[in-house]
Structures are given as C-alpha cells and as structure tokens.
C-alpha cells in the first residue's frame, strides 16, 4: 500500500511536470497576487469607498492576518518539511521560495483567508474568491516550492483562522 507521502510526491510530479520546458510568466504573475501587497489594496479601498461591510472587511482582514502570520511560522518551524525543490533531485523551482520549508502554504493560507472573508461580506464574489484562492495554491506546487499536501495545510489554516475572525469581529 501506497504511504501519503508517496501519494503527495507523485501528484507533485505530475503536476509540476506540466510546466517543465515552458514559459511560466503567467503562473508566476498568478502565485505574485497571492503576496499579500493586493489584500491590503483591497482592504484598504473597501474601507475608504464601501460604506456598508468596508470598515468591518478590513478589521476582520487585519485581525485574521495577524493571527495567522504568527501560526504559520510556528508550523513551518515546527514541521521543518524540505521544499520539493530543494529535497528531490533533478527539479529546479521556477520561482525562489521566501523561506526554506514548504508545510504549509503559506501562500494559499492568506488567499484562502481573504476568500473565505470575501465570501462572508461579499457574498455574490464567493466562486470568484475561492477559484483564486485555489488557483493561488497549484499555482504554488506548479512552480516547484510546494507539494499538495502543503497547499491543503494551508488551506485548513486559511478557512480556521478566517471562521475564527469572523465569529469574533463578523
């Protein structure tokens, strides 16, 4: 019987062998919308222009990223999981990862978060936050920095830390 890890490895491959030989600009542009500068943009002008949920979509926002950043960093040390670029052989990364481990994604921690508070006050861009927010995460394993396995940890991280902000400010 297969173990998950050997699981997580082998839909690693598959998918980043997708990309192996291409031009990756537009999934690097993609996983780029997921470091955080747009979340703060959108914050920050729904509060300045969307009298109704605005002001409470960013304290909401505010709060759940600063409970996650901390949580995250905690994971990633306490897991010390080697990125697949950097543990399995023959595999260069398309993009220089900001750390050095890859449990959880940190990438898709924040966009799922913002999805799951877009989908809260937002309602009617609910698949639009959430197709992102999942595009954002296998953009992160075709790149070569994380695994899927990864992606699902900060998905989980991303939807707890996001139900937990809402219940308190939402």
């Not at 703060?40 to 009298?51: H, Q």
């Not at 991303?158 to 400010?169: C, Q």
């Amino acid at each position: 019987m297969k173990s998950l890890t050997k699981y997580d490895t082998d839909l690693f491959y598959r998918l980043y062998k997708l990309t192996q030989k291409r031009d990756c600009r537009s999934i690097v542009w993609l996983s780029k919308t997921g470091d955080g500068y747009l979340y703060l943009v959108i914050g920050m002008l729904l509060w300045a222009f969307e009298p109704e949920h605005g002001e409470l979509f960013l304290y909401t926002a505010l709060m759940a990223y600063a409970l996650e950043l901390p949580i995250y960093v905690l994971l990633k040390k306490m897991f010390k999981r080697p990125r697949p670029c950097d543990f399995l052989m023959n595999l260069t990364a398309h993009v220089t990862p900001s750390d050095k481990f890859s449990l959880p994604s940190g990438h898709t921690a924040a966009a799922t978060l913002m999805a799951c508070i877009v989908a809260h006050y937002y309602p009617p861009f609910t698949l639009l936050a959430y197709s992102w927010a999942a595009l954002i995460g296998l953009s992160r394993v075709l790149l070569g920095v994380h695994y899927p396995s990864d992606v699902v940890a900060g998905s989980l991280l991303g939807v707890t830390i996001a139900t937990l902000s809402i219940s308190i400010l939402g």
